[in-house]
């Protein structure tokens, strides 16, 4: 069966610091990879999604960037990390397009 | 994109007691996925139904997808039903868009 795992599940970080939150999908090949983040009180918003290898597309400006290395790896990434990037933030996968999503565990961020 | 709505937005309800979500979609969609997300902020898969009706236990939904629409029903209301029900659409590879949310609060 697969499985997803996102790490670390919570990080206290300054402003002004580098951010790398990793995903991986275990048990399938060429999934679709998405990034979310949730904000206080609020709903999910998509940051980025990718249907395959170096394939990234990004759905909102921001001060983040995602990234691709292998085939189930999915990196979010900042080099400078802004009070408001603070969120709770969720990858997921999927078998293709239409199909059921699902998400990992989450990690919690908070930038002080 | 399309917008998702859900109402209603909070909800407060007695353990035993029955409730009916609902989320209304913008434009016609080829996913559409209810979830759980617990008090750890776990997303849970409740069901995948872009048309028709499911079940699963005390949960059930309906989708009317030639009217935007989609039903989640919880019968029997335990406290550990307790958190946030999300609607979310879509329609291809790029993801699925989330509605707010309906916070619901089973009370013992």
């Known amino acids: 069966s697969q499985t997803i795992h996102q790490w670390p599940a919570t990080l206290v970080q300054p402003v002004g610091s580098p951010l790398s939150l990793e995903c991986t999908v275990e048990g399938t090949s060429n999934p679709n990879l998405y990034w979310y983040r949730q904000a206080a009180g609020r709903g999910l918003q998509l940051l980025f999604y990718s249907v395959g290898i170096g394939q990234i597309s990004s759905e909102v400006p921001q001060n983040l960037s995602a990234s691709r290395p292998q085939d189930r790896q999915f990196i979010l990434s900042s080099k400078k990390l802004l009070l408001s990037d603070s969120g709770f933030y969720l990858c997921a996968w999927s078998l293709s397009s239409g199909n059921t999503i699902y998400f990992g565990e989450g990690s919690w961020l908070t930038v002080v | 994109g399309i917008q998702v709505e859900q109402s209603p937005p909070d909800l407060i309800l007695q353990e035993g007691a029955n409730s009916t979500l609902r989320c209304n979609f913008s434009?016609?969609?080829?996913?559409l996925q209810w979830f759980h997300q617990n008090p750890w902020g776990q997303l849970i898969n409740l069901f995948y139904i872009p048309s028709g009706t499911k079940q699963n236990g005390r949960l059930s939904a309906t989708t009317v997808a030639t009217e935007r629409y989609s039903l989640l029903y919880i019968s029997s209301s335990q406290t550990t039903d307790s958190g946030v029900y999300f609607c979310a659409g879509g329609g291809g590879a790029d993801g699925l868009t989330f509605g707010k949310g309906t916070h619901l609060i089973i009370q013992p």
């Open positions: 434009d016609s969609v080829n996913n």
